[in-house]
């Protein structure tokens, strides 16, 4: 059976990789308790009471720990899987993986030096099961050759629960590493591309001007050799919406298209994971909410046969180069 860990726990979608091991098959052996946020240590003491707290030193030491996850702080998640991986185990983290060039340099290092894994859990893929869906119904042939993917990821800024590192760009790598890595990820697989090119990018502050060098708003625009993605991002999801953000996907193909409304479908139907499907010879509403999430057990045998059937390591790497070289040479709109 394999085992995992955690290690840094500073963002909620650390309960997404230990609910996905653990419905994988995998053994939930530790925490470190280290965190920037205690409510999510406090959650962890509630929602696993029988799992125990473990000083990180011991957990990369210990030789029958396999998989290390990590939701630190986002720009500490790269040295954190590279102890990981030369301490011999696979790594699975939040998204962004990482916030610099140098970081990906360094990763890239540490995988071809130690031949682990080094995993990105995109959640807003992995984790959303009519996004798992639109990826089979892609596959499948249902829209014909897909030419564009257009990606929304709303969030709502819930100020008082955000720590100080989340309006540091520093930290947290900026609106289009932070959140748009996740449409970058889903451009890339839905269009079947290798690699793209970044046409154009911009960031925006047009909220909160107290905190000039954060980022509210972003935009991309990707081409590959297939298809063009536009991707927009913000923290604007007002306090009406009875979610944190009303994500979308619409992917376009030669016959048809899919929209997806993930976690809710405004003044429509109750729930979330909303599929709706058009083509030439349907136009349907699909429920996926008992789709299941691919993703973990597919990381689990790849952990073990040393395969790369959940994700291969080449797009990991080419999400995070285009989310970085998107955000560095990202216009600035507004005021600053």
Known sequence: MMRFAVVGIDHGHTFDHVKGLLAAGAEFVGYCPQTSVPAIRENFEKTYPDTPQIDRDRLFADPSIDVICIAAIPCDRADLAIRAMKSGKDVMTDKPGLTSFAQLDAVKAAVAETGRIF??????????????????????????????????????????????????????????IDIASHQVDQFLFYTGSASATVAASSIGNFGMPERPDF??????????????????????????????????????????????????????????????????????????????????????????????????????????????????????????
């Open 119 to 176: 995993s990105i859990c995109f959640s807003e893929r992995h984790c959303v099961r009519s996004a798992v869906k639109a990826g089979k119904l892609v596959q499948a042939g249902a829209i014909g050759t897909v030419i564009q993917t257009l990606g929304m990821g709303p969030h709502r800024l819930q100020l008082p629960t955000r720590p100080d590192w989340f309006f540091d760009p520093q930290k947290f790598g900026g609106i289009i």
């Open 215 to 336: 980022q509210d708003f972003g935009e991309v625009l990707l081409r590959s050799d297939k298809a063009s993605g536009y991707i927009r991002v913000d923290w604007f999801t007002p306090e009406a919406l009875p979610t944190w953000g009303d994500g979308r996907l619409t992917i376009l193909g030669t016959e048809g298209y899919i929209e997806l409304r993930k976690y809710i479908d405004v003044a429509g139907r109750p729930g979330k994971d909303h599929l709706f499907l058009v083509n030439g010879t349907e136009m349907t509403h699909i429920d996926c909410s008992d789709e299941p999430l691919d993703y973990f057990s597919a990381f689990a045998a790849d952990v073990r046969e040393r395969t790369e059937t959940a994700m291969t390591q080449g797009h990991v790497y080419e999400v995070c180069r285009l989310s970085l070289e998107a955000q560095a040479n990202a216009v600035r709109l507004g005021a600053r």
